[in-house]
């Protein structure tokens, strides 16, 4: 017998027939929705993956077609400058306390020393808009197209008042100069064992921010232009320079491939906090840090790097700003102190047949040009490095001397004196001979001013073996007590004895 179906029952049927159908479409179309979305992130990573391939093709390519690099006689030193670096711009740089002839006057002086031949050095190129593009992006380079920008990079307010065309060719072409030469040095440490460019570390400039006299991440594009020219996975950055390496350190935030130590007085600019947690090894120096301090602290940190990363390049920052003196630098390191200083780098990389390429960066007294001469003397004494000199010596000879008398002497083997006669005063320019606040192991004026030494010895950067001496005195006299013209005795010098 059938059973029999009620309408009631046939309604509760329907019912829930609707509710198991309104089930399974709420299923499925959730299913469809995460399947759909599944789709949608798949691609979407697949397209992020894809963008980020793009990308560092791209910057490969730009690497690969650089003319930054390129080959350089063996009649070359790896010493890189071009006076394209010297920055002079209507008298404006000097509102930064940075000196912007400095890096000229180095050379100056390692030519006048004898140590460097002007035609043994490396000329670079400029660093052209593709090149930065490597690391910057086309926003930012823009963003340098505004003067008021430029002049908050570079500290010098005035600076936002000019057109921008007078900024990039007496600025922001400099810099672009000296970032060419910091790209090459490496090349250059890699074919030779080491590499100086004269100028470079602007260690305050990231990928996408400017700051403290940093227009161009010069040490970030070194470093990417390394890895792919020069087939290398491993670089370390000590980073001496008094203040705080933030640019570079945002920049490699999560690169294992560099290893940061980074020595710094953390009570002055730039106070970069989230910078701080990217450095690898920090070691921080009070304001007020001595000679002894600091490189007590340096050895220690020196020998933890050792055992911490096995470098394929090393990129020095060796700024002089830790100089005693330096109004922004804060510490107490003596002119001898930076030549001992580069010495245990330079010793750290080379023994360790690690190549070195080191940049001058920060140093604001106008000193700092004399002591890191004087420093690379020493390195080159200490065969750490190769100038193509074998000597040290002053090579300059003399023009003309219109006084009314001149004496020669040789007291003793390690003083050689000039005795002028009659010409009152000689004036004391420290510009001339780049004399250091303090004057220790650099000539001595005598009492009544008629007489010039000049002592052998009394530090490391001027007692090199076979010491070729000369002896240059100011070129324009000052007037005695009496006010008595000497005009006519005056002494014209491109200067003057040598005796080895």
Known sequence: MLPIITESTRNLCKSALYLVLTFATIKLSGSLHLYIRSLKMSSSSSSSSSSTTDTETIRR?????????????????????????????????KLHPFDSSKWGRICQFLNLDGVLDKNCIVEPLEASKE?????????????L??????AMIIEVPPVALLPNLLVQKNVLYPFRR????????????????????????????????????????????????????????????????????NGHEKDFADDRRVYTLDMYNPGIYPFDYEAKRYIDQKVEVVSGTTTDEYMKKLDEALEVAKHKFDPELVIYN??????????????????????????????????????????????????????????????????????????????????????????????????????????????????????????????????????????????????????????????????NQNKKDYSSHALLFEPIISVT
Request: charged share 20%; hydrophobic share 40%; proline share 4%.
């Open 178 to 245: 000296q970032v060419g030469g910091t790209i090459l040095a490496a090349k250059l440490a890699k074919e030779r064992g080491w590499a100086i460019n004269v100028g470079g570390g602007f260690h305050h400039c990231s990928a996408d921010k400017g700051g403290g006299f940093c227009a161009y991440a010069d040490i970030t594009l070194c470093i990417h232009y390394a890895f792919v020219r020069l087939n290398i996975s491993r670089v370390m950055i000590i980073d001496l320079d008094a203040h705080q390496g």
């Open 131 to 143: 090149d930065l593009l490597v690391v910057h992006s086309k926003t930012y380079l823009d963003s």
């Open 145 to 150: 197209k505004s003067s008021p920008n430029v």
């Open 318 to 479: 060796a700024g002089t700003d830790i100089l005693d003196g330096d109004p922004l630098g804060m510490l107490k390191v003596s002119p001898d102190g930076i030549a001992i200083r580069d010495e245990k780098v330079f010793s750290f990389a080379r023994s360790r047949n690690i190549p070195l390429v080191m940049l001058t960066s920060g140093g604001y007294m106008k000193s700092s040009a004399r002591v890191i001469a004087n420093s690379i003397i020493n390195l080159s004494r200490k065969s750490l490095i190769d100038t193509g000199s074998s000597k040290v010596k002053f090579s300059k000879q003399l023009l003309q001397l219109n006084t009314s008398s001149i004496n020669i002497s040789m007291p003793n083997s390690n003083m050689i004196s000039i005795h002028l006669k009659n010409i009152g005063k000689i004036r004391d320019s420290d510009d001339e001979l780049g004399l250091s606040t303090d004057r220790d192991s650099l000539p001595k004026w005598s009492n009544d001013h008629e007489s010039f030494n000049f002592l052998r010895g009394g530090g490391a950067a001027t007692s090199p073996p076979n010491l070729e001496l000369t002896l240059s005195v100011p070129t324009t006299p000052m007037l």
């Open 61 to 93: 390519n730009r690497i690969l077609s650089t003319k930054l690099y390129f080959d350089i006689p063996s009649s070359k030193v790896p010493v890189i400058y071009s006076s394209a670096y010297n920055i002079s711009f209507l008298g404006i740089e």
